[in-house]
C-alpha cells in the first residue's frame, strides 16, 4: 500500500510541477492544485496509514496510543482542501478577469511568441 501510496504523490507532484511551467495561466492553475492535493496526501500519510484502526482511545482498556490514527493531520487536510478551494475559485476569476482586460491568457503576457509557433 505504501509504494502505491507513494506512487500517487510522486505522479501528482510531477504533473503539477510540469503544468506550473506551462505558458498558459489555466495550466499553471491546475499545476497549482495538483500540487497541493499532493501536499495534502504527503500530510495525510504522516499521520501513519493504518487500516482498520479505531480512530477514538478508549479509556477504559489504556490502550496504547501508538496504535491509534493521529487526527492532527486529518485535520490539517480538511483544513487544507478548504483554503485550496477557496484559492482555485479566486486564481480562476483573477483569470478571467484578466483574459477579459488583455484578450491573452499567458502568464508572462506575450502573445506573439505563440503566433509566432503556429
Avoid at 482498556?61 to 501508538?66: C, F, H, M, R, T
Avoid at 492532527?72 to 484578466?98: C, E, H, K, R, Y
Avoid at 477579459?100 to 508572462?108: I, K, Y
Wanted: without cysteine; charged residues 15%.
Amino acid at each position: 500500500m505504501e509504494i502505491v501510496y507513494a506512487l500517487a504523490i510522486g505522479v501528482l507532484t510531477g504533473s503539477g510541477v510540469w503544468l506550473l511551467l506551462r505558458p498558459r495561466t489555466f495550466q499553471v492553475i491546475m499545476g497549482l492544485s495538483l500540487l497541493s492535493y499532493a501536499v495534502n496526501l504527503f500530510i495525510f500519510g504522516m499521520g501513519r496509514l493504518a487500516v482498520g484502526g479505531a480512530p477514538i482511545i478508549d479509556a477504559i482498556k489504556q490502550a496504547d496510543p501508538s496504535l491509534y490514527d493521529d487526527p492532527v493531520p486529518q485535520a490539517l487536510v480538511l483544513t487544507a482542501i478548504v483554503i485550496g478551494f477557496a484559492t482555485t475559485a479566486l486564481f480562476l476569476v483573477v483569470l478571467l478577469a484578466s483574459r477579459g482586460l488583455t484578450g491573452n491568457d499567458h502568464v508572462d503576457g506575450d502573445r506573439d511568441s505563440d503566433e509566432a509557433e503556429s
